[in-house]
């Protein structure tokens, strides 16, 4: 688990994370989300013991952020894709996996079974000596995703994992880390993408410069926005506006075509209610369906669409 | 360490230039000062006792060679003379080994391993030995370390030992400068490629990381000094066993400069490029600062071409304990002053 306190990392003048508190169960995918100079690599850093925290604490099981002798241990634990690949370019991508096992201290026989298998997975068992400079921006981020994780690391940290990707690409790396997901990895995300943050984090939090709010996907949006819904009626009579609105579980009621939009309490309990009474008015009850806001919605509304 | 030996191997122009170099300055450089200037030596000059080109094969009508005693007031011809002390004597076509020689006449001969003092020579090899208050001409000073009084020696005896010791610089100034540019590179190359922030991430300590650039920078640059020196010093004897009888080289200035002096210049040299390489941001910048790191070096091999410093055995040992000393200074300088979220935030 992951626990985060009040971490807080200033530079000069400038806070770039404040009061960063979050918790981050074991075997989640947890997003950050929020603009550029947001403070979501500084964090990402931070927990990454690549930079010191000015205040505040997080622990990754035992060990603490910030504390000298706990680093090495933590740096062990985690594996992490920065934002740009950083691979070396002329060499293939077995040196590349190679040479990383080899600073994990992995012994040489389970590294050669380890790479092999990963490269395989991969598709580029045939090509691991080609220089991987000349692979496409998809392969060589899932190669640097597998370099990230060549230690089988509990705690997998990925900043902007599908950022510069075509949407091929930024689809054969989020299949990528819904199976580590299915492994039972602990996966922190950066993103801007939020879309892709809705399809594969289990929680996000929206940051700028602060934590803005924390939570599912689902719950942030049923948090903001009242839970309307749709109901599609044969014919709609001119009064069913009017009387509707008047009940007293009816918040909020507008007609579109064929089509009543409710804004109604709790769903769970109301919606039997409605439909109960549109029958009542001998009224055809089509479809019944929910309207879902999207993350972007939520972001859009806590963060702002300025930066 | 590894990885950028890897790299280095799919650089063929890197490797050729750190390969090419020493070769070209310590191996082609003074074959082309030498061969010349051993043609240029006069037909009627011997180098050697006639016919003693390899001591151990002398010719049967020599006499047997005078060995532990003190020889006072002679003169004498064609004789094989060992751990001997010599006095006012006056010797012609003679081989001296391990001897004391002292206010004597010596023509037509060749010395090894002696001390030579208040002494006339002429037509003499010296070899490994140490002269004070000589006279003379036409002496070829080998490894030797012999100071004249009235005459001055011509100008090949002169200038001979100065190329000895200019050859040996190279292999000690080359290993100080091959690494300069690997070295600059070495992490504000990681940075500007990007690579160095996974690369900080992994348990790798700081002492590891640097451990592993200094000797990435340091093994290829020391093992392409080696090859030139080993090449070196048999093309040399080569051009010289003709001349002086036997293989001059590695003797003992040489052997120690190569196996202590040439490691230490090049690991200091090596250091400080790494230091200034974690302080930079540019790799231009770095190579840029990098090119004073030699100075040490280049103050040495000033001091010994001028004649201001005489490369002893003791010399070497107080040199390369000097430079060891800075080596081990500068390691944990470096250690103390890296620091991965500097790196990280300040360059960025």
Redesign the interface.
């Known amino acids: 688990m992951i626990i985060c306190e009040g971490l807080t990392r200033t530079?000069g003048s400038i806070t770039a994370i404040q009061d960063f508190t979050v918790e981050i169960p074991d075997g989640r995918i947890f997003g950050l989300l929020g603009p550029n100079g947001a403070g979501k690599t500084t964090t990402m850093?931070m927990l990454?013991?690549?930079?010191?925290p000015t205040s505040g604490k997080a622990c990754i099981d035992a060990y603490q952020i910030g504390k000298k002798e706990d680093a090495?241990?933590i740096?062990?634990m985690?594996g992490?894709?920065?934002e740009?690949?950083?691979?070396?370019?002329?060499?293939g991508a077995y040196?590349n996996l190679d040479?990383?096992a080899?600073?994990?201290?992995i012994p040489k026989q389970k590294r050669e079974e380890s790479i092999k298998t990963t490269l395989t997975d991969l598709g580029l068992w045939d090509r691991r000596n080609e220089?991987v400079g000349g692979f496409s921006k998809g392969m060589k981020q899932k190669i640097?995703i597998a370099?990230?994780l060549i230690h089988h690391p509990r705690y997998i940290f990925l900043d902007e994992p599908t950022a510069s990707l075509d949407p091929a690409a930024s689809k054969m790396v989020r299949e990528y880390i819904l199976e580590l997901k299915s492994r039972g990895d602990t996966i922190l995300i950066n993103t801007h993408n939020l879309a892709e943050a809705e399809r594969i984090c289990d929680m996000v939090a929206l940051v700028k410069n602060r934590v803005v709010k924390v939570g599912s996907p689902k719950e942030l949006a049923r948090g903001l926005f009242a839970r309307t819904i749709s109901i599609t009626l044969q014919t709609i009579p001119t009064s069913l506006l009017k009387d509707i609105s008047s009940l007293e579980f009816v918040s909020q009621a507008q007609v579109n075509g064929n089509q009543l939009i409710l804004n109604v309490r709790n769903p769970e309990e109301d919606n039997p209610r409605v439909i109960a009474w549109l029958m009542k008015q001998g009224l055809q009850v089509q479809f019944v369906s929910e309207e879902e806001h999207s993350l972007e919605d939520v972001y859009l509304k806590l963060i702002g669409g300025g930066h | 360490m590894?990885?950028d030996l890897?790299?280095f191997k799919?650089?063929k122009l890197v490797i050729g230039s750190i390969i090419a170099m020493p070769i070209v300055l310590g191996v082609v450089l003074p074959l082309v000062m030498f061969v010349p200037m051993v043609t240029m030596v006069p037909l009627d000059r011997p180098w050697d006792v006639n016919g003693l080109l390899e001591i151990g094969s002398l010719p049967n009508d020599y006499r047997s060679p005078r060995t532990n005693q003190t020889l006072e007031n002679i003169s004498s011809q064609d004789m094989v003379i060992y751990h001997t002390v010599l006095k006012n004597v006056h010797l012609n076509h003679c081989i001296l080994v391990t001897c004391a020689v002292e206010n004597s006449t010596l023509t037509n001969s060749t010395i090894t391993n002696s001390t030579i003092d208040g002494s006339y020579l002429e037509s003499v090899t010296v070899i490994r030995s140490e002269g004070s208050s000589l006279d003379g001409k036409y002496i070829l000073a080998v490894s030797s370390n012999l100071m004249f009084i009235k005459t001055k020696p011509s100008d090949i005896d002169a200038v001979l030992p100065m190329m000895f010791n200019m050859v040996l610089m190279i292999f000690i100034i080359v290993p100080a400068t091959l690494p300069t540019i690997i070295a600059s590179y070495s992490i504000v190359g990681e940075k500007n490629?990007?690579?160095?922030?996974?690369?900080?991430?992994?348990?790798?300590?700081d002492g590891e990381l640097l451990a592993g650039k200094i000797f990435s920078s340091f093994i290829p640059s020391m093992g392409s000094t080696f090859l030139a020196f080993t090449l070196g010093v048999i093309l040399l004897d080569v051009v010289l066993i003709p001349k002086v009888g036997y293989p001059l080289l590695p003797n003992l200035t040489w052997t120690l400069s190569i196996l202590l002096l040439a490691p230490t210049a090049c690991l200091m040299s090596v250091l400080a490029c790494v230091i200034v390489s974690s302080k930079v941001s540019d790799v231009r910048a770095a190579q840029q600062v990098g090119g004073f790191v030699v100075m040490p070096v280049v103050v040495l091999m000033l001091g010994v071409l001028s004649g201001f410093i005489f490369l002893s055995p003791l010399m070497i040992f107080v040199v390369a304990g000097a430079y060891g000393g800075i080596d081990l200074a500068l390691f944990y300088f470096a250690r103390a002053i890296f620091n991965?979220?500097g790196i990280?935030?300040k360059w960025s």
């Open positions: 530079f850093r990454s013991c690549l930079i010191r090495q241990k740096r062990g985690i992490l894709l920065p740009v690949p950083g691979l070396y370019q002329t060499l040196k040479y990383y080899q600073l994990y201290g220089p640097a370099r990230a | 590894r990885k890897d790299e799919k650089q490629n990007r690579s160095l922030e996974p690369l900080l991430a992994t348990p790798t300590t991965r979220e990280l935030t």
